[in-house]
């Protein structure tokens, strides 16, 4: 039996947003595949219809963290081929264990990288709730992906699970882990930049080449973004760390680091803060 790999061969290519036609909102309305430009970079997202006309989606789900949480999801359901063999009701001959397993690690490689064509065949239904992502698989599609038949009465789908949330963030919304973690992590330009200006301005008031007036009024900005800015050279290191790694709590970013009152002075109190749970 082809797999969807071998399957999808000749086709013209994977489409860009793999949910597109399958992921609904909490009321099972259809969230449409988007996109807005910056620059020379594209950012794609899902988002919901417009209301009376207004032109302003009522829901903005970045598309890279909503396709990694299901990835991620289905890359661990493959991760167990016993548990995915009776889940969707696959009829695996004992002699045919060990090809079942080696075919399911890779499509779970392939799930974790977001290969858009295994995604698409795979779905049946994304739902987004507040809280959580229930995610319908096609019974059928995942036998096609592992190479085996499915049971005579086998289902023809099965729901998979992913404990995050929706918090907004600007215009958008973004996907939280249970831990507090951004479902995407990597180093973000604005961050690295911030602190590297931390310590600059930090080193300039040490040599006693400055004043927090005199800078501010040099950098255009206001004394107190000045004391701001200045106190990120105190980080503590691990929380430097995963700045330069992305791995920050999901709602840190420049401005929340910036804000008055964001930055603990003891660095057990900014790990607690700042770092998702468990990484302290």
Not at 15 to 35: E, M, N, V, Y
Not at 62 to 72: F, I, K, M, R
Not at 245 to 255: F, H, N, P, Q
């Amino acid at each position: 039996m082809p797999t969807i790999c071998r399957a999808s061969a000749g086709r013209r290519g994977p489409s860009p947003s793999p949910l597109a036609g399958k992921i609904i909102d909490a009321s099972a309305a259809p969230l449409i595949a988007s996109h807005a430009c910056k620059g020379s970079r594209r950012y794609r997202y899902y988002v919901s219809r417009p209301v009376d006309g207004a032109g302003i989606p009522t829901l903005r789900i970045p598309a890279l963290e909503v396709e990694t949480v299901v990835g991620d999801c289905l890359a661990r359901a493959f991760e167990d081929p016993v548990a995915l063999s009776a889940t969707a009701w696959l009829a695996v001959a004992p002699t045919d264990y060990v090809g079942f397993a080696e075919r399911a690690a890779r499509c779970a490689t392939m799930l974790q990288r977001r290969d858009s064509l295994m995604l698409h065949a795979l779905l049946t239904r994304v739902q987004v709730f507040d809280a959580r992502i229930e995610i319908e698989c096609d019974s059928k599609a995942v036998g096609v992906a592992l190479g085996v038949r499915q049971a005579d009465n086998a289902r023809p789908s099965f729901m998979l699970g992913s404990e995050v949330r929706l918090t907004r963030s600007g215009r958008a919304m973004r996907l939280v882990q249970s831990n507090g973690a951004a479902p995407v992590q990597g180093p973000e330009e604005t961050l690295i930049r911030l602190i590297a200006r931390a310590r600059g301005w930090w080193q300039e008031f040490k040599n006693g080449k400055v004043t927090i007036a005199t800078l501010a009024d040099r950098e255009g900005v206001c004394r107190s973004y000045v004391t701001r800015v200045v106190r990120l050279a105190f980080l503590a290191p691990p929380v430097v760390d995963a700045i330069l790694a992305g791995a920050l709590r999901a709602e840190v970013d420049a401005g929340a680091l910036t804000s008055p009152g964001a930055v603990d002075m003891g660095w057990t109190d900014q790990v607690r803060r700042l770092l998702p749970r468990g990484d302290s």
